[in-house]
């Protein structure tokens, strides 16, 4: 596609539901951010995948969170158990791998734990 | 660790104005600063990237600087419209391998007609 692409754009989830969350970001590029954006907050990282490079899950806030790529290309963020603290707006990004590149975003899926 | 730092938080201009938007960071061992806006409800867009190496860029109403030794980058807009009323980011690129994006709690911009 054109550009990166997140779906779905809103889910609403009871607590203590699991949810997946979905990236495509753009052709060919392989690297791939997750950032999570809650109400009034600065974009806080979650997970950088980076080629078939082990990737870097140092901003996961809880073990209920886990994402992986498959290919290389999609990713699903999944949350485990939600909490209404998980509420927020999931934010991908993706960019080629070469360090001085542009970083490209989704528009995002906001999620709502009721 | 990477801090970045957006000042002002908030800021309202009329039309027309010029403005500029400071951004931060502790760590000057940077591959890239961009600048993004955000829309309500929206992703980001990306308005502009400065390489580590370069000192400025332009595009269109829009110039971004960057001094790397200081750790500063500022975003100068040019007679300013209602339509850029925006949250305006500012995300440095470093990490040593992990390419990691750190961003700044950004900038609300309104234009008032």
């Known amino acids: 596609g054109a550009g990166v692409s997140q779906s779905p754009s809103n889910k609403v989830t009871e607590k203590g539901k699991d949810v997946e969350l979905r990236c495509d970001p753009i052709s060919g590029h392989t690297a791939l951010y997750w950032y999570r954006q809650s109400l009034g907050q600065g974009l806080e990282f979650l997970i950088y995948f980076q080629g078939n490079s082990a990737p870097d899950k140092s901003g996961l806030p809880s073990d209920r969170f886990s994402a992986e790529r498959t290919g290389g290309s999609v990713s699903t963020l999944t949350i485990q158990r939600t909490q209404q603290e998980d509420s927020a707006v999931y934010l991908c990004?993706?960019?080629?791998?070469?360090?001085?590149?542009?970083?490209?975003f989704g528009q995002g899926t906001r999620l709502t734990v009721v | 660790k990477q801090e970045v730092t957006q000042i002002p938080a908030a800021l309202s201009v009329p039309e027309g104005e010029n403005l500029v938007l400071n951004c931060s960071f502790t760590d000057s061992a940077i591959y890239n600063l961009q600048w993004f806006r955000q829309d309500p409800g929206k992703g980001l867009t990306s308005l502009l990237l400065i390489q580590s190496s370069q000192r400025e860029q332009t595009s269109g109403r829009l110039n971004a600087s960057l001094d790397k030794s200081s750790g500063r980058s500022t975003l100068y807009i040019a007679a300013s419209q209602p339509g850029d009323s925006a949250t305006y980011l500012c995300?440095?690129?470093?990490?040593?391998?992990?390419?990691?994006?750190?961003f700044g709690k950004g900038t609300l911009l309104t234009v008032n007609p």
């Open positions: 995300a440095v690129k470093s990490g040593g391998s992990n390419y990691k994006l750190t």
């Open positions: 990004a993706s960019s080629l791998v070469e360090k001085r590149t542009e970083a490209f």
